[in-house]
């Protein structure tokens, strides 16, 4: 079986340089965004990033649909993990996704799974997941409660999206929810054919929260990460997005760095896979 060449991506925020950017009109005519198990012909605007979530009835033609458990249903959860489509028939299930431009366009796919003790099975599953043939990643849930995220950017090579899940025999696969961000082809530009996401931190971030769209015109999540005894830098003036980067980083993200308080220290990062394969 063919598989993907995928270069883990390490995304994160310079620490010292200022980068003057260009503010760009922020839509979602590049967005695909499916809240997995709520009923068919169903959609909302989210009531944070406003971002228009639809059915997957659609999207897919089998699997059932569940609510996770009430007990998990805080106010402070997103509301695209109060729902699951699990797929208990079938080895390999896949969802069909054509986003508005196809073949040749470069775009940034995730899906988002909560376990929330959907089944009243208190076992949480562990399964593989595919972008159309190719093995992507394999999906580890630890409890009810953490959401996991699996990000891939891809260069669509027919008009058509497949994201698969496939049973390990190791419980129930099933999805919270599936996006697709169109990116500029200019940007993450790799000898291979996708990049996975590894870690992408807002060093030095001021909040608890995550920053995502409309901060971030791509609708990238970035988790806030801060380090004992490391100042913190937060620019004075607000520092915009420019014509000549294409990757248009959150302004929230740029205008925050973050630096050891000994001058002498230095800011390690190390990455060791799962798989030296």
Known sequence: MARYNILPLISFISFFTLVVLLVQAQDQSGFVSIDCGIPEDSSYNDETTDIKYISDAAFVESGTIHSTDSTFQTTSLEKQFQNVRSFTEGKRNCYDVQPPQGKGFKYLIRTRFMYGNYDNLGKAPEFDIYLGVNLWDSVLIDNATIIVTKEIIHTLSSDHVHVCLV???????????????????????????????????????????????????????????????????NASFTIDSNTNNGFQPARLVMNTATSPEDSSQDILFYWEPQDPT
């Open 167 to 233: 049973d390990k025999d190791k419980g129930t696969p099933f999805l919270s929810v599936l996006e697709l961000r169109l990116l500029k082809s200019d940007t993450y530009e790799t000898p291979y054919d996708s990049l996975m996401l590894f870690k992408r931190w807002d060093l030095g971030g001021l909040g608890d929260l995550p920053i995502r769209y409309k901060d971030d015109v791509y609708d990238r999540i970035w988790i806030p990460l801060r380090f004992p005894n490391y100042k913190i830098f």
